[in-house]
Each structure stands twice: as structure tokens, then as C-alpha cells.
């Protein structure tokens, strides 16, 4: 209970949520499964607000699903600033579509729709911003094919870092967990980053390239 009136505070302190956003979160929630894999408002303010503050050019987009995060980026992003999302769903590839046009950003954002281990290598952009968010078993594999094609001193946001605190169930044996665990490890072997962790909703890890 305590919690939930903190994040009642921290919403009606901070700049209120965008109407198309709005909207769309609640849309996602009465049309398709899984809508917490939407990003929602707190969330989204961050990933809008970090992103101005890297002032990235290039950004790439691991799991767009309903385009909350997609269009929080869009809307941090400079005149010139495009960013790249891939989602695996062809079938949310439209509605999603339909709100980058509500947000007015669709002219930022550039859409891919298939499995992100297969369309990142043909990518020729150096990227200043990648956010994951895609299959969580896939996480490590992620950051192998994009750690190159991410500029020095450019820097990574990873979702769902501490996945409902499963992360600390050490011996789990579920796909998705292990994923998450096993990058959450591979991150603390890696000498040419630093990073941390904020417990943002589900955990997001903040990776900067050195």
C-alpha cells in the first residue's frame, strides 16, 4: 500500500502523461495480451527524458510491441534524430503505426518487423542509443551483435533487469529468468563498459560503451 501511494506522488508530481500515450496505454490493455509489456508513463517520462539528455542521432529499438517506449524515445529525440524499432509481431506492426502518427513522430521512426538476431547485422548505422527489450532469453545474444555497432561513449538501456525479483532465484530453471541472469552476469565480466542498475519499474540498466 505504502508503495503504491509513493508512485501516486511521483505521478502527480512529475509532468503530466502525453493524451496520445495515455490513450494508447489503455488501448493496449483492453485489445491485446500482455499489456504490461507496455512501458507506461513512468517509464516512458524516463525514456524520454534520457534520451535528451544523450542527444543520441541514431537509435535502436529492440521490441516495439504497442509503441509506448518507441514514442517516448521519438519524442526526446532532436529534428534530426531517427530511431530504428524492431518487434517480431507482425501483427501489432499497424497499430502501433497508427499512434506514431497520432504522436506526430512518425517521421522519426523507422519500422522493421522480424526477429532482431536476423535484421540487426544487415543494420549499417553506428547507433548513439540502443534500448532492449525484446525476448528476454535473447539478451545476451543482443548485446554480442550490437555491442559494435554502438559508438564509444554511446550507451545501452536493458528492460526488465530484475524481472518481478526472479533474478534472485539463483537456480531457476525458467527460459526467460535464466536470460535475464545470465546478462545481468555477463555485464559484470565486460571491461569496456560501465554500468548500473535502477529499480525503474521492472529494473533498466544503464550501459555506457567506454
Known sequence: MKER????????????????LEDLYRQTHLRFVNPNMASGFLQGRFLEMITRMIDPVTVLEIGTYTGYSTISIAKGLSAEGKIIT??????LADFARSYFIKAAVENKIIQHTGNAIDI????????????IDGDKREYCEYYRII?????????????????????????????????????????????DIEHVILPLRDGITIIRKI
Open 120 to 131: 540487426i547485422p544487415g543494420l549499417e548505422q553506428e547507433f548513439d542509443l540502443v534500448f
Open 147 to 191: 555491442i559494435n555497432k554502438v559508438r564509444k561513449g554511446g550507451f545501452i538501456l536493458a528492460d526488465n533487469v530484475l524481472w518481478g525479483d526472479k533474478v534472485l532465484d539463483k537456480d531457476s530453471r525458467d527460459q526467460q529468468t535464466r536470460g535475464i541472469i545470465d546478462f545481468n552476469e555477463m555485464l559484470m565480466h565486460k571491461s
Open 86 to 91: 524492431i518487434e517480431t509481431d507482425d501483427e
Open 5 to 20: 501511494k509513493l508512485e501516486k506522488y511521483i505521478i502527480e508530481h512529475s509532468s503530466p502523461e502525453d493524451p496520445v
